[in-house]
């Protein structure tokens, strides 16, 4: 659910950034920066967008919000569930583990004991190799992954998480929470 409401906030706020760029307003990239274009659309003194489009950013602007609001619900609702959940509590410490990462790998992954290794666990998520060769067999000239849309959206947090923590191993700061090896 999280997922599909931070999508449709990206369209969002990619269409409201179109729209505004076509009248010369641009602001830097990052959802951190839409704020400066929401004031813009909110200010009934600003003249540089013409009043029939001015009243569809404002449509654009009030569904932004009504998402924004959803998906903090969302979020309090999956870091509610993860406290009181006792794997949640045991991933997070990970680094590179959020709130959110934690709580979608603990319902993911209800047995853990059902993977025999390491391997197996990361091939159900679909973290797997590129396979080059065929072995011998003639297969289609393209192949597709795994349609299994939680594991591909795991897949991705993992990645994300692990990168994350492997940047932040450069900051100064975060010496003291290296892990030793790595």
């Excluded at 959020?98 to 391997?119: D, Q």
């Amino acid at each position: 659910m999280r997922e599909l409401l931070i999508k449709q906030r990206t369209r969002l706020i990619n269409a409201l950034r179109g729209l505004m760029a076509e009248y010369g307003i641009v602001v830097a990239d990052g959802p951190q920066h839409v704020g400066e274009l929401v004031a813009i659309v909110a200010d009934p003194a600003d003249r540089r967008i013409p009043t029939p489009l001015h009243q569809g950013l404002l449509v654009i602007v009030e569904t932004l919000g009504g998402l924004e609001r959803r998906i903090e619900i969302v979020e309090k609702q999956i870091v509610g569930w993860g406290r009181g959940n006792q794997t949640c509590r045991h991933l997070i410490i990970i680094p590179g583990y959020g709130p959110i990462l934690s709580s979608a790998m603990a319902a993911i992954v209800v047995n853990p004991a059902a993977f025999t290794s390491g391997r197996h666990f990361s091939a159900s998520l679909g973290l797997v190799p590129r396979q080059e060769g065929t072995g011998g067999k003639s297969l289609p000239s393209r192949r597709r992954g795994s349609s299994s849309a939680p594991s591909a959206s795991a897949a991705t947090a993992i990645c994300a998480g692990c990168w994350s923590t492997a940047r932040c191993r450069c900051c100064p700061a975060s010496a003291a929470s290296r892990i030793p090896g790595w």
